[in-house]
């Protein structure tokens, strides 16, 4: 049996900063590659699919610009852009390490109930290394640990640290 597989030309079509050059091959799924160039210069293989459908536009410039720009316009990040500081405590502890997030559910910085095991995990970085990353098999055991852990790397510091170094206020 053969199969005819037809191939749409889109050579010299623009789909959104990038225009199609020529066809490069297919992809394993079978689907078209082509060569496009992107108008800020670079050039880059994409499937046609992607193309014709909307999800690829750019090379990835228009992520960049576009995270770049939300990054930007929140309120939040945009006051400490580029002071390095307002992300790690003196003793080089990130903020996010000693700082309760929206998305903690436990109620405790540092401590996360793990489905797949069924285990609660306590974990703290200092200066870019884990100090403890351990599972428990109760919520209170993995809480111990982590205050634990906060009373010797922080001692009486941490609440300073919490209420100083924390410009997001999260």
């Excluded at 066809?23 to 994409?46: D, E, F, M, P, S």
């Excluded at 559910?105 to 069924?118: E, F, I, K, M, W």
Aim: proline share 1%.
């Amino acid at each position: 049996m053969v199969v005819f597989v037809m191939t749409i030309d889109i050579t010299g079509q623009k789909f959104g900063r990038l225009v199609a050059i020529e066809r490069h091959g297919r992809a394993k799924n079978g689907n078209a590659l082509w060569l496009c160039q992107c108008c800020c210069g670079n050039t880059t293989i994409v499937e046609s699919y992607g193309l014709r459908h909307g999800t690829t536009r750019s090379c990835g410039c228009l992520r960049s610009e576009t995270s770049s720009q939300a990054i930007k316009t929140n309120k939040k990040t945009a006051i400490n852009i580029g002071n390095k500081n307002n992300l790690w405590t003196a003793d080089g502890v990130p903020v996010s390490s000693i700082s309760l997030s929206k998305r903690n559910h436990s109620g405790v910085t540092g401590v996360t109930y793990l489905v797949d095991t069924d285990s609660w995990q306590a974990r703290m970085m200092v200066k870019g290394r884990y100090v403890l990353l351990k599972s428990f098999a109760t919520f209170q055991e993995a809480v111990t640990a982590r205050k634990i852990v906060e009373q010797q790397y922080f001692g009486s510091n941490l609440q300073q640290n919490m209420t100083e170094k924390n410009p997001f206020n999260l």
